[in-house]
Nanobody, 119 residues
Framework: VQLQESGPGLVKPSQTLSLTCTIS??????????WGWIRQPPGKGLEWIGY???????DYSPFLKSRTSISRDTSNNQISLQLTSVTPEDTAVYYC????????????WGQGTQVTVSS
């Protein structure tokens, strides 16, 4: 399974960050596939953002839940992340990843995409 993140590299403060993860070599609706978004701010560790499951259920980090939405496009085999009201603290490398058969371990990762929040 291959995952590829895409989206704008620069977002202005207070705007919405939108990223897409395109999946190949596997279907997003396959049983027990959990598609997650994780980020790594500069100089810090990995931070879990949330996931969408094979059945479409979602769960989010309580720290980001009020600003986060993860959705899927089954016809194009893509998942998407939206993070609203961004600040410079949202600057990070954003990864999409696949967990099988649960969300506790992500086995497949995209290469990541740098997003900078700056005016």
């Amino acid at each position: 399974v291959q995952l590829q993140e895409s989206g704008p590299g620069l977002v202005k403060p207070s705007q919405t960050l939108s990223l897409t993860c395109t999946i190949s070599g596997g279907s997003i609706g396959t049983n027990y596939y959990y598609w997650g978004w994780i980020r790594q701010p500069p100089g810090k560790g990995l931070e879990w953002i949330g996931y969408i499951s094979y059945s479409g259920t979602t769960d989010y980090s309580p720290f980001l839940k009020s600003r986060t939405s993860i959705s899927r496009d089954t016809s194009n085999n893509q998942i998407s992340l939206q993070l609203t009201s961004v600040t410079p603290e949202d600057t990070a490398v954003y990864y999409c990843a696949l967990g099988i058969p649960s969300v506790t371990t992500y086995t497949y990762w995209g290469q990541g995409t740098q997003v900078t929040v700056s005016s």
